[in-house]
């Protein structure tokens, strides 16, 4: 088998659609065999069979420690192993410190953070015994790094996610396990979560939404899942031996924006 991820195995989590499954794609295109977790099933199971042998799929839900635990038996049933986790799944909902909905905090909370730590915690154990080199890749948010007044719950998550996993990375290098941790932080890109932003306001047309989220990134336009994907990949392989506890921003710029 050749490709960047030939051998691998890897668990995807928010797998049926948008950047989960752009990187799903992308894994599977450079050898990699790739289980896909959501608690979107169906959608799971038809891209899993679209990318034929190589690709499994499972139900799973991220705040649930119980549905990990299933998650990463089922893809060490299917392919053997687990080297690569990526913590892609998670929620965005608009709102204030003031204003955010008790119940959108705790969800997002839930889902962004808690989700990611329970991902890492049911998949560590697996991934040290496959005895082999392995990566974490927690995708996070431009919005961890800059503000955005209305996104509170998101920005914060986001945050945090970035620091667990600096603390997944130093865990893992002290304790000498073979295993990498690093975070994506995307600019708006063109996914399913997106849609729903550009879809919210019915005084906008899509194309007036798009173009504000695109005029806060100084390359003047939103990502594509694919460039995404691409840093996960770079991530998730041996190329990046060296790269643990790294904030890679893929924003076209938002981050270091002027204003
Ligand atoms: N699209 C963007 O502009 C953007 C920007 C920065 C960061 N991100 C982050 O990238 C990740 C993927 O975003 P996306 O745009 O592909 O989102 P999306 O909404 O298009 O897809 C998310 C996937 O996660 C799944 N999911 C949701 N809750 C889940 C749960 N509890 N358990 C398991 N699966 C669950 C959904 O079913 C869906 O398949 C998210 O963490 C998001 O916050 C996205």
Redesign the pocket.
């Known amino acids: 088998m050749t490709g960047r991820l030939a051998g691998k195995v890897a668990l995807i989590?928010?797998?049926?659609?948008?950047?989960?499954a752009a990187t799903a794609r992308a894994f599977v295109r450079e050898g990699a065999r790739v289980m896909l977790?959501?608690?979107?099933l169906d959608?799971a199971k038809a891209l899993a069979r679209e990318l034929g042998e190589a690709a499994d799929a499972i139900l799973?839900?991220?705040?649930l420690p119980d549905s990990w635990e299933t998650a990463v038996e089922a893809t060490l049933r299917s392919f053997g192993k687990l080297n690569i986790l990526v913590n892609?799944?998670?929620?965005?909902e608009p709102g204030t410190v003031s204003e955010v909905a008790k119940e959108a905090w705790a969800r997002t909370m839930r889902?962004?953070l808690d989700?990611v730590f329970h991902g890492t915690q049911a998949a560590l154990p697996a991934m040290v015994a496959a005895g082999e080199s392995g990566s974490i890749v927690n995708?996070?948010?431009?919005?961890a790094l800059r503000p955005g007044a209305i996104f509170a719950a998101?920005c914060a998550s986001?945050a945090a996610v970035a620091m667990l996993t600096k603390c997944t990375a130093l865990e893992c290098a002290a304790k000498a396990w073979p295993i990498r941790a690093n975070s994506v932080h995307?600019?708006?890109?063109e996914?399913?979560?997106?849609e729903r932003y550009l879809a919210m306001n019915p005084e906008m047309s899509r194309e007036q939404a798009y173009a504000g989220f695109a005029a806060s990134h100084p390359m003047g336009r939103?990502g594509k899942?694919e460039e995404i994907a691409a840093a996960c990949l770079f991530l998730a392989s041996d190329e990046a031996s060296f790269t643990t506890g790294t904030e890679l921003t893929v924003d076209g710029g938002g981050f270091i924006r002027e204003h």
């Open positions: 989590s928010g797998g049926a659609e948008g950047l989960g977790g959501d608690i979107q959608k799973l839900d991220v705040t892609n799944a998670g929620i965005s889902i962004n989700g995708l996070s948010s431009m919005l998101y986001k995307p600019g708006a890109i996914t399913p979560m997106l939103c899942p």
